[in-house]
């Protein structure tokens, strides 16, 4: 049949192929761990991916095998993006902040052959090693003069430098099917043991175009961009993909994630655009307020992770002249489903009307569908008043987890996001709860049941319940309820104590309070709804 367009698979390595030939002299500047800043170019990030592209090979890492990241946002983080899912390999980023035992349980999960680390998370590496059932290659993120003297690590260290040196930088990225593994992340906002999404070469392809458009998070040449995002979570949003893209200068902040350090980037790299999680811009906004600083080149921000208030929004626009973008996304989404970019009736608004619509989370982009149910599974309307479980399903959606022997997520081929929303006859998605009995905390996913199962592990409780509560500067953090045995005597202390060791330290709740009993269904289930009404704003009132 004559006329038909050509066919070219949708591959991660093109972004890094596009960007080497049209912006080859853009900047990539980089906050290292050494405590230095690194510059260099689109060009040179190319020759030195595909340097490790050949290192990979050598050390026989094979197509769709994992290799696995524990590292802040930097050059090196970049390099590893491309040359392993350009290779065929599988990238797949780690979140240093888990529990040791998590995270010991995720690599032998995703098996991964091969893991590199900055050398910020060595003792983590060190704890890790010796509960891995399966052998890994270790890899310090360094160069020879940084390479630690001493370590516990069961077996020799790699140096990252040494094997760009010691690989050529001619590659020819393999022809793949655009459907093949790209990366792995993953998630743990779910209860029991985290559990992987798998994105494709075509998924992230896509997922780059879509939220680079104008109306997502409004991506070009022009740009200075700055993850604060991490690498590590859901590949910073996209970002790192997105500015290969269009060709953008990229801002790597490395380990300094305070208000100061980010604000002397921001300036020194006349950054236009950032993106992070509430609690990093409150830091940034305390930084500036109190030197009486003002922002000379940034314009806008995306805020994701958990819901931005009015007040910070009001902050950035009012006073400093950066405008605002609230996104959502999951996981389980690449991340990006939607984005909080007002239609043209919008700016008419008066003032609080436009803030109430920024406090949504936004209208989908292109490539995601989404819809509210009630309880018997059908649609409800877009009036801004129902409001009903959260679906989705689209291009860069997960159908279902890497690994799983349990049945697929979906529910007749929509994604359940385990939310609560309401969306307007504009498109606008609210989310208004949440069914599932998480906690999260600055942006990241605590587990209530994973705190409760701690706390039952004590002598002396009967019974344990871990809510979400209020914070002013984490949005929500875990509360702890108790019911002690009879004839206990055990106090806040003497329990927060026990959980030293157990759970990751950021995960230990704030407080505990102890009561005589907890309210139950007729089933015998906690209901949760009624502990968080009544204690859900402790930390606001405390």
């Not at 979140?95 to 910020?120: C, G, K, M, S, W």
């Not at 081929?413 to 989310?431: Q, R, Y």
Request: with cysteine; net charge negative.
């Amino acid at each position: 049949m004559e006329g038909l367009m050509m066919q070219q698979p949708l591959l991660v390595a093109s972004l890094l192929t596009h960007a080497e030939r049209h912006h080859g002299g853009q900047e990539i500047v980089s906050r290292r761990v050494e405590g230095d800043i690194h510059r260099y170019t689109y060009r040179d990030l190319a020759q030195r991916a595909r340097r490790l592209a050949n290192a990979l090979a050598a050390l026989g890492i094979g197509p769709g095998e994992r290799v696995g990241t524990l590292a802040w946002n930097g050059y090196r983080h970049m390099e590893l993006y491309f040359a392993a899912s350009g290779s065929g390999s599988v990238l797949h980023t780690l979140n240093p902040r888990l529990h040791v035992d998590q995270l010991a349980y995720i690599f032998d999960h995703a098996e991964d052959r091969v893991v590199f680390f900055d050398l910020t998370f060595l003792p983590l590496i060190e704890s890790a090693a010796p509960l891995l059932k399966s052998p890994k290659i270790f890899v310090a993120m360094t160069d020879r003069a940084h390479m630690p003297s001493k370590h516990n690590v069961p077996i020799m260290l790699m140096c990252y430098e040494d094997l760009i040196k010691g690989s050529n930088d001619e590659f020819d990225w393999p022809l793949l099917d655009e459907n093949s593994a790209a990366s792995l992340c993953y998630t743990s906002g779910t209860t029991g043991n985290p559990k992987g999404v798998l994105y494709s070469h075509r998924s992230t392809v896509l997922h780059t175009y879509a939220a680079a458009l104008p109306d997502s998070l409004n991506c070009s040449a022009r740009d200075s961009i700055l993850p604060v995002v991490p690498m590590f979570h859901v590949n910073a949003w996209g970002l790192p993909y997105i500015a290969c893209m269009v060709g953008a200068k990229l801002v790597f902040p490395g380990p300094a994630l305070d208000g100061k350090s980010l604000y002397e980037l921001i300036e020194g790299e006349q950054v236009t655009l950032s993106a992070g999680v509430p609690t990093v811009w409150q830091g940034l906004l305390t930084h500036v307020g109190e030197r009486r600083g003002e922002f000379s080149s940034m314009r806008r921000t995306v805020i994701g992770g958990a819901a931005c208030s009015t007040a910070m929004a009001t902050e950035f626009q009012e006073q400093y002249r950066v405008d605002v973008l609230h996104a959502w996304g999951m996981t389980e989404l690449s991340p990006v489903g939607t984005v909080c970019s007002f239609k043209a009736h919008h700016e008419a608004l008066p003032r609080q009307d436009r803030y109430a619509v920024q406090s949504k989370q936004g209208r989908a982009l292109f490539g995601i569908d989404m819809k509210i149910v009630g309880p018997d599974g059908e649609a409800m309307p877009w009036d801004g008043v129902a409001a009903g479980d959260l679906l989705v399903r689209g291009h860069w959606v997960a159908m279902n987890y890497f690994g799983s022997e349990g049945a697929s997520p979906l529910r007749d081929g929509w994604f359940p996001t385990g939310d609560v929303a309401k969306i307007d006859p504009d498109g606008f998605m609210h989310i208004t709860d949440r069914s599932k009995d998480v906690i999260k905390s600055g942006g990241e996913w605590i587990s209530s049941i994973d705190i409760e199962n701690v706390a039952c592990l004590h002598p002396q409780v009967a019974m344990a319940v871990c809510i979400a509560a209020r914070h002013p500067k984490w949005d929500e953090r875990p509360l702890l309820l108790v019911v002690r045995k009879p004839g206990s005597d055990v106090d806040s202390q003497a329990l927060l104590e026990f959980f030293d060791g157990r759970v990751a330290k950021w995960w230990k709740p704030d407080a505990i309070v102890f009561v005589e009993s907890v309210p139950l269904g007729g089933t015998g289930k906690v209901l949760k709804n009624q502990l968080r009404e009544q204690y859900g704003d402790y930390y606001l009132t405390a």
